[in-house]
């Protein structure tokens, strides 16, 4: 089955303390991205990769990394999570087009939640 | 810079009314336009899109899209909902630049609340 897979699903964790939420895609995409959705303000983009080894950043980088050693993985890392990234995160996935308009697949989402 | 305004933050219906979810977007340039849908505690998953050519686009689950180019809109509509139609509806632009990706920019999204 198609599809884009996230882990955790849900994350509760303190200020500080380091984390990694994977992301996952077997439809050999090259384009990947992470969103955060907060009430009121849709989804924002946070990073995104045009293929292996080629990250940029989104809107919203502030307090992120990420990484793409290989094509089905785009791991979100934060290195010292604090409150304000208390959020829905989503992977996505599509493939690359010159003339755009390619539809992006979703991962299920992480909740996580920053004391 | 390109942006999507959903104008409505919540819609109640009632079961069998017809819908219509709004949106309008600002560009500059040629656009493609999805609406996507959010059911409670997952993902996000591709309505439907206007890339070009006939400017009324139908999806799945029975709902339907017209692009305005003159009024810079993508309005969703159904003619009739039903209780599983309960979710988020998110409208995007995704404008193609040289570097050959798609962003897509959101809306900030039309709770839709089915009542019996």
């Known amino acids: 089955e198609a599809q884009v897979t996230q882990n955790p699903r849900y994350l509760i964790t303190v200020t500080g303390k380091k984390l990694t939420v994977t992301c996952s895609q077997n439809?050999?995409?090259?384009?990947m991205s992470w969103y955060r959705q907060d009430p009121g303000l849709g989804l924002r983009q946070i990073y995104y990769?045009?293929?292996?080894?080629?990250?940029d950043k989104g809107d919203v980088p502030e307090g992120y990394k990420v990484s793409r050693k290989e094509k089905r993985n785009f791991p979100l890392i934060l290195e010292s999570p604090s409150p304000n990234q208390t959020s829905l995160y989503f992977c996505?996935?599509?493939?690359?087009?010159?003339?755009?308009?390619?539809?992006?697949?979703f991962g299920p989402g992480t909740r996580l939640t920053v004391l | 810079a390109q942006s999507v305004t959903q104008l409505d933050s919540q819609v109640p219906v009632f079961e069998e009314a017809p819908v219509e979810l709004r949106c309008n977007y600002s560009?500059?340039?040629?656009?493609?336009l999805f609406w996507y849908v959010q059911y409670p505690n997952q993902g996000l998953q591709l309505l439907l899109k206007?890339?070009?050519?006939?400017?009324l686009v139908k999806g799945i689950n029975g709902f339907e899209a017209e692009f305005n180019k003159s009024q810079t809109s993508f309005h969703l509509r159904k003619p009739s909902v039903h209780i599983s139609d309960t979710a988020e509806y998110f409208c995007a632009v995704s404008v193609p630049d040289s570097g050959g990706y798609n962003k897509l920019i959101f809306g900030a999204g039309t709770r839709l609340a089915v009542h019996p």
């Open positions: 996505a996935s599509s493939f690359r087009s010159r003339r755009g308009g390619r539809e992006q697949f």
């Open positions: 560009s500059s340039v040629s656009v493609y």
């Open positions: 206007y890339l070009s050519g006939s400017t």
């Open positions: 439809m050999n995409h090259e384009y």
């Open positions: 990769s045009m293929n292996v080894e080629v990250t």
